[in-house]
């Protein structure tokens, strides 16, 4: 059987790297709030504010995905943990027999 093994804190970089994702989606759409702002000229400003309702539809899919991905990420940490645990005290050794008084 092969064994299988782990790495936690791989898996606990991937969750952050998704939380830092996430994040990077919520503020999109400030930031394209933003960037309206910043160009000064009508016509390129409606064709930002165009693009971003286009695109707000495929944001909230990646969102979605994400968060999914790092749920199901969560659980399966939690698993391996518990898992973990539960093996490593069904290996502790029994409790030691108390010694017999030596008593004449």
């Known amino acids: ?7 936690l804190t791989d898996l606990e970089l991937l969750q952050s790297r998704l939380d830092a994702a996430l994040l ?4 999109d759409v400030a ?27 495929h944001r909230l899919d990646i969102r979605d995905n994400l968060t999914w991905l790092k749920d199901s990420l969560d659980k399966i940490g939690d698993s ?8 490593a ?9 108390q010694a017999k008084s030596s008593a004449a």
């Open 24 to 27: 990077q989606i919520e503020s």
């Open 80 to 87: 391996f943990v518990d898992a973990d645990t539960e093996l």
């Open 89 to 97: 005290s069904a290996l502790a050794p029994p409790p030691k027999a």
């Open 1 to 7: 059987m092969a064994d299988l093994k782990i790495n």
């Open 31 to 57: 930031n394209t709030g933003d960037l309206q702002s910043a160009v000064g000229h009508p016509a390129l400003s409606g064709a930002i504010e165009g693009f971003t309702h286009s695109w707000n539809k």
